[in-house]
């Protein structure tokens, strides 16, 4: 195990739902970020957490909402997804502030699949 | 153009073969470059970071020319467990946090 852990890991939800994917991290780290992952497409970054501030938000719809309540804990909340949603999301962490080599790896939790009806 | 570009393959090969996968970036700055491995339905793992003066893990060896803005990895005496999807990872350099740009990945198939 990464020592990324991420709940669940398969999400059905209708598009007039509400639920909230989790991350937890138990590597130290102070960085943690959203990915979204389709089909045949690179990972996209959604978010990232540094030192418990939002840095990035990289034109993510607003029914995608994230929240870093620590630097163990991120929270993706989700509401009147779209079909077009479906994809495994990725919560990942990292030691930001230490740059050079191996240092700015960053390491995966399994994922959520998420399937938007 | 993208910014980390990769052949999406498959690259079928048999059991005991040499392979070679290349990436290209587009962002001359870069700093770090990674490759990841992700089988399917799990979540990227690092594979190995690259270095400048090329590096080799194993049976793995990886390269970077940054006149080129090229990498690569070879994977010599290919084995079954070695199929899976490889990602081409680019970081930018220092800017408050470890960005990484990933490629789409290159498919590996080793069959008996």
């Given amino acids: 195990e990464t020592g990324v852990t991420q709940t669940p890991r398969h999400l059905v939800m209708g598009m007039t739902n509400k639920k909230s994917l989790k991350c937890e991290q138990h590597l130290g780290h102070n960085a943690m970020y959203w990915y979204k992952q389709s089909a045949k497409k690179p990972l996209e970054l959604m978010f990232v957490y540094s030192l418990e501030e939002r840095v990035e938000n990289n034109s993510v719809p607003s029914r995608f909402s994230p929240e870093c309540p620590n630097s163990s804990h991120l929270f993706l909340h989700l509401h009147t997804l779209q079909p077009e949603d479906s994809a495994l999301y990725l919560c990942a962490s990292s030691q930001t502030g230490e740059w050079g080599g191996a240092k700015n790896i960053q390491y995966f939790g399994a994922g959520t699949r998420l399937s938007v009806l | ?112």
């Fill in chain 2, 1 to 112: 153009r993208k910014e980390v570009e990769q052949d999406p393959g498959p690259f079928n090969v048999p059991e005991g073969a040499t392979v070679a996968f290349n990436c290209t970036y587009s962002n001359s700055a870069s700093q770090s470059f990674f490759w990841y491995r992700q089988d399917c339905r799990k979540e990227p793992k690092l594979l190995m970071s690259v270095y400048s003066s090329g590096n080799e893990d194993g049976r793995f060896t990886a390269q970077l020319n940054r006149a080129s803005q090229y990498i690569s990895l070879l994977i010599r005496d290919s084995k079954l467990s070695d199929s899976a999807t490889y990602l081409c990872v680019v970081s930018p350099g220092p800017g408050g946090y470890n960005k990484l740009i990933f490629g789409a990945g290159t498919r590996l198939a080793v069959h008996p």
